[in-house]
């Protein structure tokens, strides 16, 4: 079995390509996903994040706080440092776990959906790497309006990651997805042929 990380920047297009990868048919491990529910009511990893960070990050029904943590975290590394060494071992724990369930169940090839592959410098065992990439003015505009923010804010989130010309170096596939969503798939598809065909 092929594991393939998928990442990108934060609003590249990463979940455009990872939902059209499960059409597929192809297996997808989200990292996000995974996450959230690691730091669910009742699990260590929220705990962990209350004691490092305080009160202020648990809301009214001792829930975690995502707005007020993120805050916190985006533009200081050294607390984003912190939040990921709480989170980050629970997260490939688990991606683990379910990467060793299809391989059991016989697939061929497993997406791996992780958004700080290379920020962390854990690929979680990836022998492939697919990048999504976006101009930057598209990205901001994009971060922008899905999460409501101002250009000052998405600057500062998309600055806490590395940079995607920096990534595109990195990876060996890259999917431009500039154009017109057609072309994003028409490129997924060839490298699906490539990974499988391997």
């Known amino acids: 079995m092929i594991k393939v990380g998928l990442t990108g920047g934060i609003a590249t297009g990463k979940s455009t390509v990872a939902g ?100 962390t410098n854990n690929h979680a065992g990836a022998q492939k790497v697919i990048v999504v990439v976006v101009t930057e003015e598209k990205q901001l505009e994009r971060l922008m309006k899905r999460n409501d923010l101002s250009l000052a804010e998405a600057k500062q989130r998309v600055a806490a990651q590395m940079p995607l010309a920096q990534k595109q170096l990195l990876a060996d596939f890259v999917v431009d997805n500039n154009g017109p969503i057609q072309s994003t798939y028409e490129q997924i598809d060839q490298i699906l042929k490539k990974l499988l065909n391997d």
């Open 20 to 119: 059209y990868l499960r059409k597929q048919g192809i297996p997808i491990i989200d990292a996000d996903v995974i996450a959230r529910e690691v730091v669910a009511v009742g699990k260590p990893a929220l705990d962990e994040i209350r004691v490092a960070f305080g009160d202020a990050v648990i809301n009214e029904t001792g829930e975690l706080d995502r707005k007020t943590l993120g805050k916190l975290v985006f533009g200081n590394r050294t607390l984003l440092e912190k939040l990921n060494a709480i989170t980050h071992p629970y997260v490939y724990a688990e991606m683990e776990a379910q990467a060793e369930h299809y391989r059991i169940a016989g697939e061929q090839l497993v997406i791996l959906d992780l958004p700080l592959l290379y920020e």
